[in-house]
């Protein structure tokens, strides 16, 4: 992972915006990383382990929860909502996402009432097309290498790396941490 001074602006598609200020492009990659790392790919083991056990409907809606969670993350580029309330009313995970993200992000979830019913092979194309929805969203991120896989040994080292390299950063300008107080308060 490289440190965040040293990469250049995060990856656009056509017809997205950049982040024009330094809170937002801060929020953006770091907090979209942690959103990423430690909710999207949580739900991708979950939707994977419904599919392969035949739930279908549990594999659908996890698949809702991770297209809701993932385009938060690309929201979070130009206006979306820094905390994801995803039980709260207010809460809009498709803040800042250009319509035809959302219509084709709820298009990939939907597809999986069909896909994951029975076929194994139509099964996994679509997580695999799930799967393609979050590197694109990773990869807007504007990482050089992907993110690590935080379930794994060296991947939670790596990802406490990740949050200590952006913390100060974050604080400086007065954003809120990435990781939860209770993570990193010592309890002696």
């Known amino acids: 992972m490289t440190p965040p001074g040293s990469t250049g602006p995060a990856a656009t598609a056509p017809g997205e915006a ?3 200020d330094l809170r937002r492009l801060l929020a953006f990659r770091a ?20 599919a392969a056990a035949g739930q279908t409907e549990v594999a659908v809606l996890m698949a809702y929860e991770l297209v809701q969670l993932s ?13 994801y309330g995803r039980d ?11 319509a035809d993200q959302v219509e084709a992000g709820l298009l990939l979830a ?6 994951a019913n029975g076929d194994p092979a ?8 799930l799967r393609d929805h979050l590197r694109d969203t990773e990869g807007l991120l504007g990482y050089r ?17 990740l949050a200590r390299t952006w913390q100060p950063h974050l604080q400086r300008v007065g954003l809120p ?4 107080e209770a993570w990193s308060r010592r309890v002696d």
């Open 71 to 83: 385009l938060s993350v690309r929201g979070l580029r130009t206006e979306g909502e820094l905390s």
């Open 145 to 161: 290498e992907p993110l690590p896989d935080v379930r794994s040994g060296s991947g939670l080292m790596k990802g406490f790396k």
């Open 177 to 180: 941490d990435l990781l939860p």
């Open 18 to 20: 950049v982040p024009t």
């Open 31 to 50: 907090h979209g990383a942690a959103r990423l790392l430690l909710g999207c790919r949580a739900r991708l083991e979950d939707i994977e382990g419904a």
């Open 110 to 115: 939907a597809r999986g009432r069909e896909a």
């Open 88 to 98: 709260e009313a207010a809460s809009d995970p498709f803040a800042g996402v250009p």
């Open 122 to 129: 139509r099964g996994e194309e679509w997580l695999e097309r």
